[in-house]
C-alpha cells in the first residue's frame, strides 16, 4: 500500500505500470486468455471497423484484452456459455462500434434472461416509472396490467425501498439489477415466479393521517384526493 501510495504522490508511471501487471498476472489464466482471444476474433467478424479505430494497433488489442480479461474476473463472466450468450446479443446489434466491455457484459447477463424468459433491466426500469405514474388509477397493485409477473414482486420491492432509504435513480437502477439477478437465480434453480398475489397489511405500520381523522371512511378524504389527482390530469392534457 505505501508503495502503491508514493507512486501515486511521485506521479512515478513506470512504477504503476509495473504493479497493474503484477495484478493482471494474478487474475489472468492460460484458459482465460484463450477465450477472449477466440471471442475477439469472433468480435472483429462482427464489428471489423474497430481494426481501424481502437484496435489499430497488436499493443491496442493486448491491452484492451487485459482489461476484458480483468473486467470478467471482477463480473463473474467464466463460462463459454456465458460469452456465446453475449455475442448472441452482439449479432443483434445495428451499431457498427465495437462494445465497451462493460456493454458486453450486460449481453451475456441479458442474453441468459432472455432465454429464460424475463425482461431486460431497462424493461423492468420502464415499467417501474409507468407504475409510479399510473399506479393510482388501479385499487390494488394487483389489478395493475404488469407486462410480466416478475415485474409486480420486483417493482413494488424496489418502489418498498425507495420509499424507505429515499433512493436515487441511480440507486433504483442498481436495485432493479441486483433484484433480477436473483430472480435469474430462482429460475436457473427450477423455481417458478409466483403470479400477483395481495399481501397482508403490515399492521405495524402507524396509520396516515387521514386514517386517523377519518378511520371510518366517512368524511372521503380518499375521494377528494383521487378527484383532485384526475382534475390535474386534464389540466395537463
Known amino acids: 500500500m505505501k508503495k502503491l501510495i508514493s507512486a501515486v504522490n511521485n506521479r512515478d508511471s513506470g512504477v504503476l505500470a509495473s504493479m497493474m501487471d503484477h495484478q493482471q498476472k ?3 489464466n492460460a484458459e482465460a486468455k484463450e477465450l477472449v482471444d477466440a ?3 469472433n468480435l472483429l467478424l462482427i464489428f471489423p471497423a474497430a481494426q481501424n479505430t481502437v484496435l489499430k494497433t497488436a499493443d491496442d488489442v493486448a491491452a484492451m484484452k487485459r482489461q476484458w480479461i480483468l473486467a470478467f474476473a471482477e463480473n463473474g463472466i467464466r463460462h463459454v456459455d456465458q460469452l456465446r450468450a453475449g455475442m448472441r446479443m452482439a449479432r443483434h446489434q445495428e451499431s457498427d462500434f465495437w462494445p465497451s466491455c462493460g456493454k458486453f457484459i450486460s449481453w451475456c447477463r441479458e442474453s441468459g434472461r432472455v432465454a429464460a424468459g424475463l425482461p431486460s433491466d431497462e424493461d423492468v426500469m420502464a415499467e417501474f416509472q409507468r407504475y409510479a405514474r399510473n399506479h393510482d388509477r388501479y385499487s390494488t397493485p394487483e389489478t395493475y396490467p404488469w407486462t410480466h409477473d416478475v415485474m409486480y414482486w420486483v417493482v413494488l420491492d424496489v418502489r418498498r425501498l425507495m420509499h424507505k432509504y429515499n433512493y436515487t435513480e441511480a440507486e433504483v437502477s442498481r436495485s432493479i439489477k ?3 439477478r436473483k430472480w435469474e437465480r430462482e429460475l436457473n434453480a427450477g423455481r417458478a415466479i409466483p403470479k400477483p398475489m395481495k399481501q397482508l397489511a403490515d399492521k405495524r405500520r402507524p ?10 371512511g366517512i368524511a372521503g378524504y380518499e375521494q377528494v384526493g383521487k378527484a383532485f389527482l ?3 390530469r386534464e389540466k395537463s392534457t
Open 26 to 28: 494474478r487474475v489472468v
Open 39 to 41: 471471442l475477439f476474433e
Open 178 to 180: 441486483s433484484h433480477m
Open 207 to 216: 396509520p396516515a393521517a387521514a386514517d386517523i381523522l377519518d378511520p371510518d
Open 230 to 232: 384526475a382534475h390535474l
